[in-house]
């Protein structure tokens, strides 16, 4: 069993925040002592699960009828698999568009380094992706698609 601030160091959320999924009954099945909240394995995976959830851009309210899925047991486990399903393809086309973004930067410091060394961009700005490293090319279609 945990206390709520070793949980808040495991996870390095606020207490607060941990307070408020409380609050919103994210943990259905929290035990308490006296009124102080122990954390147990339970809780601790299902906070992994929220917080994987939230980092997917799912909202609090979302999770919550996730959870309440959770508690209602077996017969939920459709709705469940279709969350994560949508869930995966949304994190998949974000995954997308980074990579995108990262190849417009990986080809824009390959750029600066070719006029950095020619001392101007005429000679970059006049190739052709072709004309590119193999690499840089690919990153060039990718960034500009």
Not at 73 to 82: A, F, I, M, N
Request: charged share 30%; aromatic share 10%.
């Amino acid at each position: 069993m945990y206390t709520i601030g070793q949980v808040s160091e495991m996870f390095g959320l606020p207490i607060s925040t941990l307070r408020y999924y409380d609050k919103e009954g994210l943990f259905p099945n929290i035990e308490r002592t006296s009124g102080i909240r122990k954390f147990g394995d339970n809780e601790i995976e299902a906070l992994r699960v929220i917080e994987c959830l939230k980092k997917s851009g799912l909202e609090i309210k979302d999770i919550k009828q996730f959870m309440d899925w959770c508690v209602q047991g077996s017969e939920t486990y459709p709705q469940r698999k279709e969350l994560f399903t949508r869930q995966k393809a949304s994190v998949e086309a974000e995954i997308e568009h980074l990579n995108r973004v990262l190849d417009m930067i990986k080809y824009k410091c390959w750029y600066y380094d070719q006029a950095i060394a020619d001392g101007n961009e005429d000679r970059v700005q006049a190739m052709a992706p072709e004309d590119m490293p193999e690499d840089i090319r690919l990153a060039y279609e990718n960034a500009h698609q």
